[in-house]
């Protein structure tokens, strides 16, 4: 019986992770759930098995998709030394991990609701993560005292301007590029 859960398990977790590889590739607003199937190699009746409907099944995505990059980006940070070290690794690595998203994945994410809702709330969360390591930098006096909660919502107001393809507009500079410019400015920024 526990193997079968085991396999059970397994294999949602390799479907989830071949519908975020197609999301993000293609995007998912011009998908139907027959496209999806098809593409996955699977029945529709599998694909229900994930969520009720392709709106929960994009929504259901996008949250494996960030527990899978925040798993990765916590890991880059557990490796790194120093305050500095660890919010130029924390930002460098979210913008790694959204490197892979296409710029039809971004445009749909952004007119969809209830996935733009699942990233904002991560952008939430890793604005919290930034002030944490702020936190500590300033506690470690590798930072100067600064105000942690503005600068982790500068980082976070320029997080969602990435996000929504406004800084790659006005500067020309890729996501991954734009994470590692902010990093920049953050770090350098704050440094004792």
Do not use: W
């Amino acid at each position: 019986m526990e193997q079968r859960a085991t396999f059970a398990t397994t294999r949602r977790t390799e479907l989830f992770d071949a519908l975020v590889a197609l999301f993000l590739a293609e995007g998912f607003a011009h998908l139907t759930l027959d496209t999806i199937a098809a593409r996955l190699k699977c029945s529709k009746s599998t694909l229900y098995t994930l969520a009720g409907s392709k709106e929960q099944l994009v929504t259901a995505a996008t949250v494996h998709f960030f527990k899978r990059a925040t798993a990765t980006v916590e890991t880059d940070v557990a490796a790194a030394n120093g305050a500095r070290e660890r919010i130029t690794t924390y930002l460098t690595a979210v913008g790694e991990a959204l490197a892979v998203a296409s710029d039809r994945f971004m445009t749909d994410l952004d007119h969809f609701t209830p996935a733009r809702e699942v990233y904002e709330r991560n952008t939430r969360i890793a604005a919290r993560r930034v002030q944490e390591l702020i936190d500590e930098g300033v506690a470690d006096g590798e930072f100067r005292g600064v105000h942690a909660a503005f600068a982790a919502d500068l980082a976070a107001t320029m997080m969602v301007r990435i996000q929504q393809g406004g800084v790659r507009a006005r500067t020309g500079l890729d996501d991954s590029a734009a994470y590692r410019e902010l990093a920049a400015v953050l770090t350098h920024g704050i440094s004792a």
